[in-house]
C-alpha cells in the first residue's frame, strides 16, 4: 500500500469512529451490570430463604440474562430513543435482568426470581405449583390487603399514583387465587395515530392465595395488542426475503459441493485442503466451548417432566451435530471459493488463502494486513452509524437494543463474543467473499458485478434481524459488504477476515465496554478486540518471507514410483511422435492421478531443459 493509501483508510477510519460515539455510544454506555451471575443467584437465593422459608440448596438452578424485548420496541417506535432512556429512569424501570430458576426434576414446583443488574434488588417473584395444590380460603378484602401490604413493603409503592385496573378471582380444584394489577396514572404511551389505536400503560401486580403471595412484579408496561399484531404484519417481508436467502444459499452449497466433487484433484484444492481442515478442527472446538459458555441456556430451558440426564443429552448431541455441519461446509466453501478465485484470475496472489498457505501467515505483509482490518472495522461501525441516523430521519427506521446484552448470559460474555465474531467473519466471508465473488467473477468475468452480487445475497441473508422497516437491514448490510467486497478484492482475504471479526466483537461485547460492568468483564472484552494485534505483533516480530512457494503436488510413496513408471511410457510416446499435451489427455482420461499426471510431466520438461 502507498503512503496515501494508509492516509486516506487513516482518516475514514477516525471520521467513522467519530461518527459511532456520536449516534450510538448512548446507547451502549446504558447498560448497568453491576451485579453479576453469581451475586444474582446469591441475592434470589436469600430472597426464598428469608421470605418463602425455602432452602434453595435442594433445587437446580439457572441463571441467565432477560431482557424485556417487547417494551423496548415499543418506546423505540413510540417515543424514540432519547426520549425512552428518560423514561426508563423517571419511572425506575429496568429493561435488563438477572432471572434465576429453581426447579427439580419431575416437579412441576418451581421459583423464579429476576434481580435488577444495576441494583440487585428483585423485581419480580413467582411460585409455580400444581392447579390442584390445597391452600386455605381468604376473602377478597383479605387478599387485597396483603397484595397492597406486599407491594408497598417490597417496592414502597405509593398507591395514591396508581389505580386499580385488573381484578380477577380465579377458583382451582382446591383454593382460589386473587390477581391484583394497578396502572400507573401517568403513564399513557400511544404508538399510533390512528383511531382506536391502543397505548401502554405502566403495571405493577400480585397474585395471592391462601395468604401466600405466589408472584409479583414492580413494573410492567402493558403493551396494546394492536401493536403486536402491527409488529407481526411487519415482520412478513423479512420472512419472505429470509426464506429466498435460504433457496439462495442451498443453491450455493449444491454448486460448491459439486465443483469439489468434479475439481477435488484441482491442485489449489490439494495445496489447501489440511489447512482448511484444521481450520475447521479449530471452529469446531470453539464452538463446541461456546456451547458450554451457555450452559445456563440449556439449564433454563429444561422441561420437569423430562429425565434431566435425556435432555441434556439430547441438547449436547443436537448442538454437536450443528457444528460440525457448519465445519464441514467451511471447508466445502472455502476448497471451492479457493479453486475458482485461481482458475478465475490465474493467479494465488492477491491476499487469497493460497497466497499464504504457500509462504507465511507471519510476515510483515501480514501484519500490515491486520492493521488495515482494524482501519476497515472503524469505517464499518461509523458506515452503520450514518445509515440507521440517515433512516431514522428519512425512512422511520426503528430498532430495539437488546443485542447489547445478547451474551451476558454466557459465563465469559467475552468468551461469547469471540465465539460469534469468529464463526462469523470465518463462514461469512468465506461463503460470501471466497466462494460467491470469484464464482460470480468466474461465470460473468465482470469484478464489479461478482462484488456486487455477493454484497446483495449476504445483505438480504440478514432481513430477519428485528429492523423496522424490515427491507433496510438487508440495505444497510449490502452497503457494508460492498465496503467488505471491495477491500477484500484489492487487498485479500486477512483484512476483510479481521475487520468482520473486530465489527461482530464490538458490538458483541459493547455492553462490557461502555456500560457499567464488572473490571473482569470490562478488561476480557477489549481482550479479543486486542486478539488480531497480536497476531500482528508476532508477524511483525517474526517477519517471515512473503515469497510465494511454486505449486507442487505433495507425492505419497506410490505416488512418486507411478510417476517414475508414466515418465518412462511418456519418452517412449514422444520418441514416437506423439504430443505432450495428447498424452496428458489420454492419461487423464483413463482414469491417471492427476498429481502424478502433473509431476511427471514436470520432471520431463526439466530433463528437455
Request: with cysteine.
Amino acid at each position: 500500500m502507498t503512503s496515501r493509501a494508509w492516509l486516506i483508510f487513516i482518516l475514514a477510519a477516525i471520521a467513522g469512529a467519530m461518527a459511532w460515539f456520536h449516534f450510538e455510544f448512548p446507547k451502549a454506555s446504558y447498560v448497568h451490570l453491576s451485579v453479576d451471575r453469581a451475586e444474582a443467584r446469591v441475592i434470589a437465593s436469600a430472597f426464598l430463604k428469608e421470605q418463602e422459608h425455602i432452602d434453595p440448596r435442594v433445587f437446580k438452578t439457572a441463571v441467565t440474562f432477560g431482557n424485556e424485548v417487547e417494551t423496548d420496541r415499543y418506546l423505540q417506535k413510540a417515543i424514540g430513543q432519547k426520549q425512552e432512556l428518560a423514561f426508563l429512569e423517571r419511572y425506575r424501570y429496568e429493561l435488563f435482568h438477572w432471572s434465576v430458576r429453581f426447579f427439580r426434576e419431575g416437579q412441576k414446583e418451581e421459583f423464579w426470581v429476576t434481580v435488577d443488574p444495576r441494583g440487585g434488588k428483585v423485581r419480580s417473584f413467582l411460585h409455580s405449583i400444581d392447579d390442584t395444590a390445597k391452600k386455605p380460603d381468604m376473602t377478597l378484602d383479605d387478599a387485597r390487603a396483603l397484595a397492597q401490604k406486599t407491594l408497598a413493603e417490597q417496592f414502597g409503592t405509593d398507591f395514591s399514583k396508581y389505580e386499580l385496573k385488573d381484578e380477577e378471582k380465579t377458583r382451582r380444584e382446591q383454593r382460589v387465587d386473587y390477581g391484583f394489577s394497578w396502572k400507573h396514572k401517568e403513564v399513557d404511551i400511544p404508538w399510533s395515530k390512528e383511531k382506536d389505536s391502543g397505548s401502554a400503560r405502566l403495571l405493577t401486580g400480585i397474585v395471592v392465595s391462601g395468604h401466600e403471595v405466589l408472584s409479583f412484579y414492580q413494573a410492567d408496561l402493558d403493551i396494546p395488542e394492536k401493536f403486536s399484531r402491527s409488529l407481526d404484519r411487519d415482520q412478513e417481508l423479512g420472512r419472505n426475503l429470509s426464506m429466498f436467502f435460504s433457496l439462495v444459499y442451498l443453491l450455493l452449497v449444491i454448486t460448491a459441493v459439486h465443483h469439489v466433487a468434479v475439481c477435488r484433484q484441482h491442485l489449489v484444492m490439494h495445496v489447501t485442503r489440511l489447512f482448511f481442515i484444521r481450520l475447521a478442527v479449530v471452529l469446531w472446538a470453539l464452538m463446541m466451548l461456546g456451547q458450554w459458555n451457555m450452559f445456563e441456556y440449556i439449564l433454563n430451558g429444561f422441561p420437569t417432566t423430562q429425565i434431566f440426564a435425556s435432555y441434556l443429552m439430547r441438547a449436547v448431541t443436537g448442538a454437536g451435530v450443528n457444528v460440525l455441519f457448519a465445519c464441514v461446509g467451511l471447508v466445502i466453501f472455502a476448497l471451492a471459493g479457493e479453486s475458482f478465485r485461481f482458475l478465475a484470475r490465474k493467479e494465488a496472489g492477491a491476499g487469497s488463502v493460497l497466497k499464504y498457505v504457500q509462504s507465511s501467515f507471519f510476515s510483515t505483509a501480514v501484519a500490515s494486513r491486520i492493521i488495515l482490518g482494524y482501519l476497515v472495522a472503524c469505517m464499518m461501525l461509523g458506515l452503520q452509524a450514518l445509515l440507521f441516523a440517515f433512516g431514522q430521519k428519512y425512512c422511520d427506521v426503528w430498532s430495539g437494543q437488546m443485542w447489547l446484552t445478547q451474551f451476558s448470559s454466557a459465563y465469559w460474555p467475552a468468551l461469547a463474543a469471540l465465539t460469534l465474531a469468529f464463526r462469523a467473519a470465518l463462514l461469512e466471508e468465506t461463503v460470501f467473499r471466497v466462494y460467491t465473488t470469484s464464482r460470480v467473477f468466474a461465470w460473468t468475468k465482470n469484478g464489479l458485478f461478482a462484488i456486487f452480487m455477493s454484497a446483495v445475497i449476504w445483505g438480504f441473508g440478514h432481513s430477519g434481524y428485528m429492523v423496522f422497516p424490515m427491507w433496510f437491514r438487508g440495505v444497510e448490510v449490502t452497503i457494508l459488504g460492498l465496503l467488505l467486497g471491495v477491500v477484500y478484492w484489492r487487498y485479500g482475504l486477512i483484512v476483510v477476515l479481521v475487520a468482520h471479526f473486530l465489527f461482530d466483537a464490538f458490538w458483541g461485547s459493547a455492553g462490557c465496554l461502555w456500560g457499567s460492568v464488572k473490571p473482569l468483564y470490562f478488561w476480557s472484552a477489549w481482550g479479543v478486540l486486542v486478539l488480531p494485534l497480536l497476531w500482528a505483533i508476532t508477524a511483525w516480530l517474526i517477519r517471515d518471507s512473503d515469497e510465494e512457494r511454486p505449486l507442487e503436488w505433495r507425492l505419497g510413496a506410490a505416488q512418486k514410483f507411478h510417476v517414475i513408471v508414466l515418465l518412462s511410457y511418456m519418452r517412449t510416446r514422444i520418441s514416437q511422435g506423439d504430443a505432450l499435451k495428447d498424452i496428458q489427455a489420454a492419461c487423464l482420461q483413463n482414469g491417471w492421478d492427476p498429481a502424478v499426471v502433473d509431476a511427471a510431466i514436470r520432471d520431463y520438461q526439466a530433463e528437455q531443459r
